[in-house]
């Protein structure tokens, strides 16, 4: 008998141990095109003003009631201008922290991509800004001329609950047709979807996230569009990129939810565009299964969203 436990016993340590899953659950939400409407006033009108990011914080707070940190909020750029408070911190007061650091790190953001109308503020008011802020500031497209590396973080990896969410940064390449090159000197920013490729590919090598998001400062499609750029490239990059699980943008000033069908894997992806001036919210709930270990392999990926008007939540 002794020996046939024994027997029993080596036989059930070399079979291989049963993969235990866990289920992750992630919020996400996603402002975009802010232009300066931090408050619910509007200083050049003079009057009371519906979006705004106080309205946004009182929203993204009482999801953190319910989801801690698993609730991920990113900003999809042109924050720097559209308000004389943008103005008066830009070129005034500018020993002072800019207004627009301090509501980011306010409010907690987890990363932010640079936008056109950022950039339209120049050097040296979008480098002093990119310090203040605690957040990674995201624009794999925006190269520096000397190193031919990005000038800003390319991605940024978030870790929730032992899974890793990439979040790759991108802007519309269309910036040299409408500002003067004094103003981004130093810099070239390249085909989003050429640039797309290589990122994702480079984060599968590297990084091996179980999610991809893309935060694109790039319309939905259309706009100028010719052999030097493309400007609303988000649709394409759905389309064209295989490894997103869902893309957020802007840029477009429109509200757009759709689903995507990637050309080369057939994948559905999720595309949210929340308008401007913090009216609206892209908000994606995401469910991960993923294999339990020290490297979860992701098993099962659901992904929903929709675009929440917060001054009617608030």
């Given at each position: 008998?002794?020996?046939?436990?024994?027997?029993?016993?080596?036989?059930?340590?070399?079979?291989?141990?049963?993969?235990?899953?866990?289920?992750?659950?992630l919020r996400?939400?996603?402002?975009?095109?802010?232009?300066?409407?931090?408050?619910?006033?509007?200083?050049?009108?003079?009057?009371?003003?519906?979006?705004?990011?106080?309205?946004?914080?009182?929203?993204?707070?009482?999801?953190?009631?319910?989801?801690?940190?698993?609730?991920?909020?990113?900003?999809?750029?042109?924050?720097?201008?559209?308000?004389?408070?943008?103005?008066?911190?830009?070129?005034?007061?500018?020993?002072?922290?800019?207004?627009?650091?301090?509501?980011?790190?306010?409010?907690?953001?987890?990363?932010?991509?640079?936008g056109n109308?950022?950039?339209?503020?120049?050097?040296?008011?979008?480098?002093?800004?990119?310090?203040?802020?605690?957040?990674?500031?995201?624009?794999?497209?925006?190269?520096?001329?000397?190193?031919?590396?990005?000038?800003?973080?390319?991605?940024?990896?978030?870790?929730?609950?032992?899974?890793?969410?990439?979040?790759?940064?991108?802007?519309?390449?269309?910036?040299?047709?409408?500002?003067?090159?004094?103003?981004?000197?130093?810099?070239?920013?390249?085909?989003?979807?050429?640039?797309?490729?290589?990122?994702?590919?480079?984060?599968?090598?590297?990084?091996?996230?179980?999610?991809?998001?893309?935060?694109?400062?790039?319309?939905?499609?259309?706009?100028?569009?010719?052999?030097?750029?493309?400007?609303?490239?988000?649709?394409?990059?759905?389309?064209?990129?295989?490894?997103?699980?869902?893309?957020?943008?802007?840029?477009?000033?429109?509200?757009?939810?759709?689903?995507?069908?990637?050309?080369?894997?057939?994948?559905?992806?999720?595309?949210?565009?929340?308008?401007?001036?913090?009216?609206?919210?892209?908000?994606?709930?995401?469910?991960?299964?993923?294999?339990d270990g020290?490297?979860?392999?992701?098993?099962?990926?659901?992904?929903?969203?929709?675009?929440?008007?917060?001054?009617?939540?608030?």
């Amino acid at each position: 008998m002794k020996e046939l436990i024994i027997s029993l016993l080596a036989i059930s340590l070399s079979l291989p141990t049963m993969a235990q899953t866990r289920t992750v659950n992630l919020r996400v939400i996603e402002t975009s095109d802010v232009h300066g409407s931090f408050f619910p006033y509007d200083f050049i009108n003079q009057k009371p003003k519906e979006g705004s990011l106080a309205r946004v914080v009182t929203y993204v707070d009482s999801l953190r009631t319910k989801y801690g940190d698993h609730l991920i909020l990113l900003d999809n750029g042109d924050i720097l201008q559209g308000q004389p408070t943008c103005y008066y911190c830009n070129y005034v007061k500018t020993d002072q922290p800019n207004v627009a650091a301090s509501v980011v790190n306010y409010m907690r953001y987890d990363a932010e991509t640079m936008g056109n109308h950022d950039v339209e503020t120049g050097h040296p008011v979008y480098d002093k800004w990119i310090k203040e802020v605690k957040c990674p500031i995201l624009g794999a497209n925006i190269v520096s001329s000397q190193t031919k590396q990005p000038y800003v973080h390319p991605y940024t990896i978030i870790k929730r609950d032992g899974v890793k969410i990439a979040v790759l940064g991108m802007i519309t390449d269309a910036i040299p047709n409408w500002l003067n090159e004094n103003l981004w000197k130093g810099l070239y920013f390249d085909n989003m979807v050429k640039s797309c490729r290589y990122w994702v590919n480079y984060l599968k090598t590297h990084e091996q996230p179980n999610l991809i998001i893309g935060l694109f400062h790039s319309g939905k499609e259309g706009g100028i569009h010719n052999e030097k750029f493309d400007e609303n490239a988000s649709m394409e990059v759905a389309k064209q990129v295989p490894g997103f699980d869902l893309i957020l943008y802007g840029h477009d000033h429109t509200l757009h939810q759709d689903v995507v069908k990637n050309d080369i894997t057939g994948k559905d992806v999720l595309c949210l565009d929340p308008s401007c001036n913090a009216l609206y919210v892209s908000d994606a709930q995401i469910s991960l299964t993923v294999s339990d270990g020290e490297s979860p392999v992701t098993l099962k990926t659901n992904v929903t969203g929709q675009l929440v008007n917060v001054c009617n939540e608030v």
